[in-house]
Structures are given as structure tokens and as C-alpha cells.
């Protein structure tokens, strides 16, 4: 069984730096008060992240594997979250808009699916307390 390991340390007022064993840094931020300059994502905010950064490498691996000629690949995700404390997410919307030559809609159908109902860890981590929901757009010669 794998390990990870991460350690997080307060910078100032409501700032954190998370980083792992290889010294890869991610700083997260509040905006608690109105008056507050936020200066990073938010921790949700990186749960969004993690989850179309997850989703995104599935994708471009399944497609790759597949000979399909990706140009790019950007996944756009919106989340609802609860009105009451803890505010989590309840609902969960994710946009791929891959784009490529002579791209099979098909395909690119198969590797979203495929993402969401068997490899991406962070879908699957979160699909038993949040509806998530997929969709895709293909743009032809970019």
C-alpha cells in the first residue's frame, strides 16, 4: 500500500504552504472576511483542481493510448456547495473541451466515461457524497 505524505505550515493570516516529500509546493487561502485579499485557491477550490487535474491525465492517457491526435484538453469544473456549515459540495459539473485532428467523438465519449467510472481517484474518492456529472465538446483541427 502506497503512502503519501504531505505536511502544511501557516504563512500569514489565513494563508497555508502544503508540500509533499518532493518539495512540490501548493499554497491555499481564505477570503474569511469581506475586507480580506484572498491570494490563492481556496482548499475547495483545490478539491476542483485535484479532481480535473485527475480527470485530465486519465483522459489524455486513454486517448493517447487510443492514437487519437490531441492538441489540447481543458476541463472546466463547476461545483455547488451546501448553504450550511460544513459547506461541501454538493453537486459537481465537469466540462472536457478536447480538441485535436480527425478526433473520433467516440472515443473521446469513452475516455471521459472511462475516467469517471474506474480510474480517476479523486472522482472516485468523492462520487459517494457528491453527484458529479460529465459532459464534452470536440474541436475539430486545433
Excluded at 492517457?61 to 481543458?74: D, H, T, Y
Excluded at 473541451?97 to 466515461?113: E, F, H, M, W
Aim: contains cysteine; hydrophobic residues 40%; neutral net charge.
Amino acid at each position: 500500500m502506497a503512502t503519501v505524505k504531505i505536511q502544511t505550515d501557516w504563512v500569514n493570516d489565513f494563508t497555508f504552504i502544503s508540500s509533499n516529500e518532493d518539495h512540490q509546493s501548493l499554497i491555499m487561502d481564505a477570503q474569511v472576511h469581506s475586507n480580506d485579499r484572498k491570494r490563492a485557491p481556496s482548499p475547495m477550490e483545490v478539491v476542483l483542481m485535484g479532481l480535473t487535474g485527475c480527470a485530465g491525465i486519465d483522459v489524455k492517457m486513454i486517448l493517447s493510448k487510443a492514437r487519437q491526435q490531441v492538441r489540447g484538453i481543458s476541463i472546466k469544473a463547476t461545483g455547488e456547495r451546501a448553504d450550511t456549515v460544513p459547506a461541501v459540495y454538493t453537486k459537481i459539473h465537469l466540462h472536457f473541451t478536447v480538441s485535436g485532428v480527425d478526433l473520433n467523438p467516440k472515443q473521446v465519449a469513452r475516455a471521459v466515461k472511462l475516467s469517471a467510472d474506474k480510474y480517476c481517484s479523486v472522482s472516485k474518492m468523492l462520487e459517494n457524497s457528491v453527484a458529479i456529472s460529465h459532459d464534452y465538446s470536440v474541436i475539430e483541427g486545433h
